[in-house]
């Protein structure tokens, strides 16, 4: 097992607050809404504990946050038959031998789970140990991981409402709850001067932030080149690519950026309408942001179609405009984003109507319910 601590998680575990441990990992999305939730922790005197891969991806997300990190093994969870399913059925046995010697050593009052095939183990030896586990499923049909894992948590939260009522979960006898997903308070908190200022945005323009997640996405790379034209007769386009994937096209009122992290919060600020991929996490802050939205969601063929009924759902409540990759031409993309500049406030209407206002407040109190301290 590898573990590191921050430099400044060399404070001493509190005598009156027990250790709290988050497990999750794999990708960004199963990592960056367990942090507001660590960061909540953290403030009210909770040692808080990380398990995640070897790889370094959650490691990289916590920053200088006090949280001690450990790495495991990781068996990848896969769909389709491959060879390399035999040896991961070794790699996740030997994570859950892991993640026992852990839980013995740290003896967390919870144990909190984001998802990611990391997580399994964990949960599994959580259970073993009579740990109570709170899970949270931040899309509308729930991971393999969170699936395999429904036999042996205590809490299941939900980011949709609908979520709960699908078929995956019709033998749940555990508790439910619809929190939405965390969104970290630095994107709640931006300031849109700050980014007005940055890129040179006049305060009379609006402001078109296209993000296809942080690998970025060619056909809607592509799509925003060929209509730079009109684009910017609207708009002044801040894109963000996907590392590697900038090009040499140059105009006025566009700006392209591979990667964003510092100052996230102020570019979401000053946009007025947003085209994204649509992963639970990007939805969220678009919703808690009131953000009208055009999802272009990740096909069926690129993913197990979580992004396919995340779209379907923000659609079908009024939060968003979709066009599938499929069929987003300029014409398309031009006319949704008509609709979303002439109809905002009815948009941003309807994601205040989510009802969710605080995800974060709500997963670290179904936390606390199942703590002993």
């Known amino acids: 097992m590898s573990e590191f601590h921050p430099q400044s998680a060399s404070q001493t575990e509190s005598t009156t607050v027990k250790p709290i441990v988050i ?35 959650e490691q990289g997300y916590l920053g200088d946050r006090h949280v001690i990190f450990h790495g495991i093994s990781a068996g990848k969870l896969r769909r389709y038959f491959s060879v ?37 183990p964990p949960v599994f030896a959580a259970w073993l140990l009579r740990i109570p586990v709170v899970a949270h499923e931040s899309d509308l049909t729930p991971g393999l991981a969170n699936r395999l894992s429904l036999p042996f948590i205590k809490t299941l939260c939900t980011s949709f409402s609908d979520t709960r009522f699908s078929g995956f979960f019709s033998e749940f006898k555990g508790r439910q709850v619809v929190t939405g997903t965390p969104v970290r308070e630095s994107l709640l908190t931006g300031k849109a001067d700050r980014a007005r200022d940055q890129y040179g945005i006049n305060a009379d323009q609006r402001v078109l932030l296209v993000t296809g997640g942080s690998l970025g996405a060619e056909g809607l790379n592509r799509i925003i080149r060929d209509n730079l034209d009109a684009l910017t007769e609207r708009f002044f386009v801040l894109h963000v690519c996907g590392v590697g994937k900038t090009s040499d096209v140059s105009q006025p009122g566009y700006v392209q950026l591979e990667f964003v992290d510092t100052g996230w919060g102020d570019l979401l600020s000053c946009a007025d309408v947003v085209i994204s991929r649509a992963g639970a996490n990007a939805l969220f802050e678009w919703v808690a942001l009131g953000k009208p939205n055009l999802l272009v969601p990740l096909p069926a063929g690129g993913s197990r179609g979580d992004q396919l009924a995340n779209a379907e759902y923000a659609l079908g409540r009024g939060w968003s405009e979709v066009v599938q990759e499929a069929d987003l031409t300029g014409e398309r993309m031009l006319a949704a984003l008509s609709n979303l500049t002439q109809h905002g406030e ?17 997963l670290v109190a179904e936390i606390h319910s199942l703590s002993s301290a």
Do not use: C
């Not at 497990?23 to 995640?52: C, E, K, W, Y």
């Not at 852990?102 to 998802?115: C, E, M, N």
């Open 84 to 120: 390399q399913n035999v040896s991961d059925l070794f790699r996740i046995a030997w994570a859950v031998v892991e993640s026992l010697v852990l839980l013995l050593r740290i003896k967390p009052d919870v144990l909190f789970s984001k998802g990611g095939f990391v997580s399994l």
């Open 346 to 362: 009815t948009y941003a209407a309807a994601m205040a109507e989510h009802g969710v206002a605080n995800a974060t407040a709500q």
């Open 23 to 57: 497990t999750g990992g794999g990708s960004a999305g199963h990592v960056i809404p367990a942090l507001p939730v660590a960061d909540a922790l953290l403030a009210q005197g909770h040692t808080v504990h990380f398990i995640g891969t070897r790889s370094g991806l």
